[in-house]
């Protein structure tokens, strides 16, 4: 019998440089188990399942079993390299649900891949080397190796399911405050532009330029088609569906004064509604209505929403003027009226403590353009030359059409008053590009005083509509020689 050669005999529990090699790539697999969990889970149990076969090859290696480690190395090595390349693949095109760094399973085939070829290539050329006999004793010491790895393995992959439990807690936490911040949206948006929208919707039930009659209810309002759009109450953000059935639904559900929000998103304001009291309207201004936005809500569920945006109630009276409450009822005319916003603000710069000034000829916003008038009096007059006022207004429509122009000449004479036709007073311009607009009026208005002194001008134009402008002026009348010496 041949005597083993010294290089055999110096070999602890017979290993190799493959089977060392198998050994090392053993552990790395048994380390990197935890890392193949998903991003937002612990390890999955197909993780800790492959954690068991290598753990089994670090037991043989240790334990001096090298043909059974390579054999366990080669038998798992072979399926799992392909099998870990592909769900990297997959991971990284988001096809696993995994959500998980592709590349984790990349690094793990690849050690797989470089395992199985160690381990073939230790089993081919393992018969060419003798075998030294391993005491028991030493088999048993070995074993303290993979019991070490084993303990890290299982203390890494304890952090790892601590790091994946307390990220579920983390996104359970982030999808209930998102759930609250959805609940709760309602009761950071003002509805007071809401408000003033639903009043420009009355008045485009009534026409657009001459006004008619004013809806009786809500329910009238909802019914009638916007001739542009073909949606009921086709105004501003407001569509209630025009699906019969759920329009009547919604019907049957509210009187006839008082409906849901128009947006169906939002379900803690009412609105309700009564028509103009008096008798015929003025076709030119704004109906006489009463509007109101009441916030409802629940105060168990929402505590906190008193003296929130959305939970303020709104009342446009018949005067134009609107009320406002805090508290969780209607808005009555005794609450306190909203102030005008300042001139040249952005209106969004004051969602809910002011509101935007709209004239009653305005109606709301349905006549945004109102015409303005210019004055020109005379300050300094020598006799015998006469006085004048120069009249101008910037029509907008043929409603500003000048009806009369007068003045007061403040001299005891009687004042000139002049009727103006509509043909004179309404001009139409065209432009180069086709575009057809209304011309600016003028109209001068002569007087020769008598006597030399200082006389106060009272000049007023009238228009078709019933717009009436006035303006007042001082005029010096003096004789040649006296204007001379001043």
Not at 40 to 64: E, F, T
Request: contains cysteine.
């Amino acid at each position: 019998m041949t005597a083993p050669d010294t290089a055999t005999q110096k070999r602890p529990h017979n290993f190799t440089p493959a089977s060392a090699f198998v050994l090392v790539m053993a552990i790395i697999s048994v380390l990197s188990v935890p890392g193949l969990g998903r991003d937002n889970a612990p390890p999955n149990a197909m993780a800790a399942v492959w954690l068991l076969p290598h753990l089994s090859i670090v037991v043989a290696m240790a334990a001096g079993f090298r043909v059974t480690g390579d054999t366990i190395a080669l038998v798992l090595g072979i399926p799992l390299a392909p099998l870990c390349a592909l769900l990297g693949v997959l991971a990284g095109l988001g096809g696993t649900g995994m959500q998980g760094p592709d590349d984790t399973f990349l690094l793990f085939g690849f050690v797989q891949a470089l395992m199985a070829i160690a381990a073939l290539f230790d089993l081919i050329h393992n018969r060419k080397l003798p075998f030294q006999p391993i005491a028991f004793r030493n088999r048993l010491v070995g074993l303290a190796l993979p019991v070490v790895v084993f303990m890290i393995g299982s203390a890494m992959t304890t952090a790892a399911v601590k790091r994946g439990h307390e990220k579920v807690r983390s996104l359970d936490v982030d999808r209930i405050l998102q759930a609250k911040f959805e609940r709760d949206r309602w009761m950071n948006k003002s509805d007071l532009d809401d408000l003033v929208k639903l009043a420009k919707c009355v008045e485009q039930f009534r026409g657009d330029s001459v006004a008619g009659p004013a809806p009786k209810n809500l329910h009238q309002l909802h019914d009638h088609k916007n001739p542009k759009t073909g949606y009921t109450l086709g105004c501003g953000p407001f569509y209630w569906p025009p699906d019969k059935d759920t329009a009547a639904k919604r019907g049957k559900t509210t009187s006839p004064d008082t409906a849901p929000h128009p947006n169906e998103s939002d379900e803690h304001h009412t609105v309700y509604y009564e028509p103009p009291k008096r008798g015929p309207l003025d076709r030119f201004h704004r109906a006489p209505i009463t509007l109101g936005i009441e916030a409802v809500w629940n105060s168990a569920d929402f505590p906190n929403a008193q003296g929130q945006p959305g939970a303020r109630s709104y009342l446009l009276d018949s005067d134009g003027k609107i009320h406002v409450t805090e508290e969780h009822r209607r808005a009555t005319a005794a609450d306190p009226v909203l102030p005008e916003c300042p001139k040249g603000t952005d209106e969004w710069s004051h969602p809910d403590t002011c509101v935007t000034h709209y004239d009653s000829r305005q109606r709301w916003g349905v006549s945004p353009g109102l015409p303005s008038a210019s004055f020109q009096i005379s300050d300094w007059v020598v006799l015998p030359d006469s006085a004048y006022v120069d009249f101008g207004i910037s029509q907008t429509s043929a409603l500003d059409s000048v009806r009369t122009v007068s003045v007061d000449w403040g001299d005891g004479s009687r004042p000139s008053v002049i009727l103006v036709p509509p043909k004179q007073s309404i001009t139409h311009h065209v432009a180069e590009d086709g575009e057809r607009s209304l011309r600016l009026f003028g109209l001068y208005v002569y007087h020769h005083y008598r006597r030399d002194t200082t006389f106060e001008i009272k000049a007023s134009l009238l228009t078709t509509s019933g717009d009436k402008f006035e303006k007042q002026g001082k005029v010096r009348v003096c004789k040649p020689e006296d204007c001379a010496r001043n």
